[in-house]
């Protein structure tokens, strides 16, 4: 089993609906959750960081923790094509400043 | 502006030749780290360093030397033990914290031929 699972997509969504991604985890040990997004041929860019159980929302995007079933996921209200990039799930552990795990990423398409 | 350089942007080099990847930072991080992704893959640790003097091997070390003589600066060496050198590497660092993110350079994209 990875560490990191995410579907790589892609996720192919209408300009202006709900675009879900979903990322599994699989270190208990995990306590902090970083998504980035990575357009293509560029660097991952910081988008949302969760750290406790529920939802934290960020203008468009709300970032959902359960912590017990060890997953996390993404959700981009109103989507736009600006929004097509790779999304990458990050868990954080304790003690593992920076040295964080990646998934494999999720692909999203905003088709307009 | 603060931020991390990485130089060069593309990089080109013929097989057995050792090629050294550049990443400066002036955000006054503690920690560096160097990443590795490869086509449709995530991101894979190379080395970090917590402290100038100090660094240790990521998950996929072998064929990759570091130096952390400077704060500030935290080079890359493949070397021609390196099997599959072409990738897309990137230069991150980071405030000593679980909660502390990544910042990321540019990149240096590698081909070796």
């Known amino acids: 089993q990875k560490e990191v699972e995410q579907n790589s997509g892609p996720l192919s969504v209408p300009e202006g609906a709900i675009a879900s991604l979903n990322c599994t985890y699989s270190?208990?040990?995990?306590?902090?959750f970083f998504w980035y997004r990575q357009y293509s041929g560029k660097s991952p860019e910081l988008i949302m960081f969760?750290?406790?159980?529920g939802d934290k929302e960020d203008g468009r995007f709300t970032a959902q923790l359960n912590k017990a079933s060890q997953y996390v996921s993404l959700l981009i209200r109103d989507s736009q094509p600006s929004d097509s990039a790779t999304y990458l799930c990050a868990p954080s552990k304790p003690g593992n400043t920076g040295k964080l795990i990646f998934g494999q990423g999720t692909t999203l398409q905003v088709k307009p | 502006d603060g931020g991390i350089t990485q130089s060069p942007k593309y990089l080109f080099r013929k097989e057995g030749q050792n090629v050294t990847l550049s990443c400066e930072q002036n955000l006054n991080h503690d920690a560096m780290y160097w990443y590795r992704q490869d086509p449709g893959q995530g991101l894979r640790l190379i080395y970090y360093?917590?402290?100038?003097?100090?660094?240790q091997k990521g998950d996929i070390a072998e064929g990759y030397s570091v130096s952390r003589e400077k704060k500030e600066s935290f080079p890359l060496t493949v070397t021609s033990a390196q099997k599959n050198p072409t990738a897309f590497y990137l230069c991150a660092s980071s405030i000593e914290g679980e909660q502390s993110p990544l910042h990321f350079g540019n990149g240096t994209r590698l081909t070796v031929t």
């Open positions: 360093s917590q402290i100038v003097n100090d660094f």
């Open positions: 270190d208990r040990g995990s306590q902090s």
């Open positions: 969760i750290y406790s159980n």
